[in-house]
């Protein structure tokens, strides 16, 4: 009765302010039993809640209200909010006591807040909003609508120019954008608090580059005002903060930016109604054979697979929108719907993605574009001249390429060849290879991949121009290539000739209990070096071709799955013997490098010696983190947020480099490597090369470059020069202009 009652109060507000909108003196007055009627159904609502009466002692109520904030610092909303800015649970907060001052005095008096410079455009203008005869919370709660603060200059000129003077000496003073609130109580102005405002990434970068300019912070200073994560804002499109959200689920943020589009189940479906419009690919998971679908969709949405799924890899490369893992739904592929808490969305019905926060929203969302200021080149370019690691990209085609060094990227980090396999024209002979019965068999498929392959790498050294390029040969295991069903082989036995039944039993040979860990790596080149031999011979001939047209080419060949010394000396063999007489058909003389992944834990251990045979170390940390926790970095995604919740980590270790355990696998994998060899370059191609934490890392035990996906390259520059300044600070020394 009594909430009935309030709405009733507030409603007779809200009338009254419309009725009056041309600037009508307000006297807005309650029924007194409204008023006794609200406040005896607070007094009975916090009796309910705390099993005794309202105290009537001030000196209780103040207690009461103190010991309220203390305990506010455990509710829910401020642990998430800790969460999801990395703040520790055991900072506390603390309490301010302070006399009331009253902002509804009359028309003398008012509220309100603001910024002393655009927290959205970062533009250096007085920005809020107040209102007059009002306390604070009508500023916010949205029951009357406040004027821009600007049109209190005409109100009360004296507390506007006052107000003014203070917040800019504030702004000075603490060298940063002030969020401050402020009550006026008959013409005197009262300074309730100020803070760092918050702002966007454009802001952020703006308002760094303007006060370098001013000389109010140095150029080190200004670096470390942004977050390395921001940036996300600028290269992505994100929903637009005015919009309604139905969000109907929630899974992992697995690449970020935001996608709207209509819902489609199968990858051959996202290529044919993307030429209709903007798609979403829903999957129960997805693999390899769906590159062409996730290609055409604006998002991918999967129920299963975690932060380092094939889902999540591949959509960051494509700088497409991601939300992995996303347990709660329930896809039926065969009736072309998904289904989750009592609603069902199928095929062709509207849903929104955030790969940023992992929101599933139903419907068609308004989205905004990224915009990049000039101001992002001058503070990139200060980011660039302090870092010392050299960020590259993971980039599998030259389109790829091409936005890695669009975004700055200084050569490429990781090159996964079996992507290039599984276009169209070329997976039936990719299958062909797969199912020959002897090795003349396989070299005559293998011949018809080969100048693919070698036009492939053209095109990436091409966009690189000079920059090194990290080839890594065949990864995965062979039955990924081979069709599912009995639908697909027998479409692929009209391809190449080779009865169905062969194409089935194959399948099944293939299979393993446990591919991660199973016939894939190095071991495929082992087993079948003829795979090898034309992965060399494809790299070189496309490095020699260049060459001849005056294009410098610096490849790098990287042996995936390394445990064991003499399963590199294998495989660096085969490459050797097929550069040398690949140039010497050319008639050229290129520089190659061939290295390794240190992805298995062996291979950390002994690095010292593999490192005789390696001309560089490269941490796989995607494989080295599943295998040094025993985690299955495709299934963990199901218990990590538990172990999260409970403790046990602090963040998910397939996100952010686990230091303590694989972090010190690597730091003694580069000792042990340079005692071998003093220069051996070393870097890292995981996933974890885009993130800040892990980029740091990298640069406290000395690697050489980080390397991730195209869209993550900005941010591993930014976090690259704050781990120096960092470093700097630790050291005592102070912020200075560079």
């Not at 790829?400 to 599984?422: K, N, P, S």
Request: net charge positive.
């Amino acid at each position: 009765m009594w909430l009935k009652a309030l709405k009733k109060a507030i409603s007779n507000i809200s009338w009254r302010a419309r009725k009056n909108k041309r600037g009508i003196k307000l006297d807005v007055e309650l029924n007194v039993a409204d008023l006794k009627e609200i406040v005896e159904g607070y007094k009975k609502l916090y009796e309910k809640h705390t099993s005794h009466a309202f105290p009537q002692d001030p000196w209780v109520q103040l207690e009461g209200a103190r010991n309220a904030v203390f305990k506010s610092w455990n509710n829910p909303r401020a642990i998430y909010y800790r969460k999801q800015n990395k703040i520790s649970d055991d900072l506390g907060t603390a309490v301010n006591v302070q006399s009331m001052v009253f902002g509804n005095m009359g028309n003398d008096s008012g509220t309100g807040v603001g910024f002393t410079r655009n927290p959205s455009t970062g533009a250096k203008e007085f920005y809020g909003e107040y209102l007059t005869n009002a306390q604070g919370e009508d500023v916010v709660a949205g029951i009357r609508t406040p004027k821009p603060i600007t049109e209190l200059s005409n109100e009360m000129p004296a507390v506007y120019k006052q107000l003014r003077d203070i917040t800019s000496r504030l702004e000075k003073h603490y060298r940063d954008v002030q969020d401050f609130e402020f009550t006026i109580e008959k013409n005197r102005l009262f300074m309730l608090q100020t803070r760092t405002g918050k702002r966007t990434a454009a802001s952020a970068i703006k308002i760094a580059v303007d006060m370098v300019k001013e000389k109010l912070i140095s150029k080190d200073e200004a670096i470390m005002r942004v977050e390395p994560e921001q940036l996300d804002q600028l290269l992505h499109p994100v929903i637009d903060p005015k919009a309604n959200l139905k969000v109907i689920a929630k899974g992992l943020p697995a690449s970020p930016g935001a996608a709207t589009g209509r819902v489609v189940f199968e990858a051959d479906e996202a290529v044919e109604k993307s030429k209709e419009g903007p798609v979403i690919l829903v999957r129960q998971e997805t693999n390899p054979d769906d590159i062409h679908g996730m290609d055409a969709a604006r998002g991918i949405l999967t129920a299963r697979g975690g932060m380092t799924s094939h889902a999540a890899v591949v959509a960051r490369g494509m700088g497409k929108s991601c939300v992995a893992g996303c347990e709660t739904i329930r896809v039926s592929e065969e009736q072309r719907q998904f289904s989750v808490n009592g609603t069902t969305v199928k095929e062709n019905d509207w849903i929104t993605i955030d790969g940023s926060t992992g929101r599933v929203i139903l419907g068609q969302v308004p989205l905004i574009e990224p915009e990049i200021s000039g101001e992002f080149g001058i503070f990139m370019g200060w980011a660039d001249a302090m870092r010392r690691l050299k960020v590259r990209a993971n980039a599998d085609i030259p389109r790829d390429a091409r936005v890695a060094r669009q975004f700055g990227a200084e050569g490429i980090g990781l090159c996964r060849t079996e992507h290039m396999f599984f276009a169209e024209e070329r997976l039936p002979f990719m299958q062909e290879m797969i199912l020959a019965q002897d090795v003349d068999a396989r070299r005559k498929a293998l011949a018809k991949l080969l100048p693919f392959q070698k036009d492939d790498f053209k095109g990436l050294f091409k966009e690189m121009k000079g920059f090194q390029v990290t080839i890594r040969t065949l990864d995965p295991p062979l039955h990924e290539f081979l069709p599912k069903t009995r639908e697909d082989a027998d479409v692929l036995s009209k391809k190449i000739g080779i009865p169905t039944s062969r194409i089935m039993q194959a399948t099944e040979e293939l299979h393993e209990f446990n591919p991660m860990l199973g016939h894939r790596g190095c071991r495929l080149g082992i087993t079948y070096p003829e795979i090898t031999e034309m992965q060399a011979k494809a790299i070189i001939s496309a490095a020699c071709e260049l060459a001849l047209e005056k294009v410098k080419v610096i490849p790098e060949i990287m042996i995936p799955l390394v445990g064991n010394v003499n399963e590199l000396k294998n495989q660096k063999e085969i490459v050797v013997r097929v550069a040398e007489e690949t140039m010497k058909e050319y008639g050229v003389k290129i520089q190659y490098l061939v290295g390794t992944m240190i992805e298995v834990p062996r291979a950390a251990v002994t690095a010292d010696e593999i490192a005789t045979e390696a001309q560089f170390f490269s941490f796989g940390t995607n494989d080295l983190t599943q295998m040094t926790l025993g985690f299955s970095r495709d299934d963990a995604g199901k218990f990590i947020k538990a172990y999260i919740e409970a403790k046990i980590f602090k963040e998910d270790p397939f996100q952010t480099l686990d230091q303590v355990g694989v972090g010190q696998l690597m730091q003694g994998a580069v000792t042990k490597g340079r005692k071998v060899k003093k220069d051996l370059k070393c870097g890292i191609c995981g996933e974890h090369g885009g993130d800040p934490a892990s980029v740091k890392f990298c640069h406290r035990i000395d690697l050489n470059y980080v390397s991730c996906s195209p869209y993550r390259v900005p941010i591993a520059r930014l976090a690259a020069a704050q781990a120096v300044i960092e470093g700097k600070s630790k050291k005592g020394s102070t912020y200075s202009q560079k």
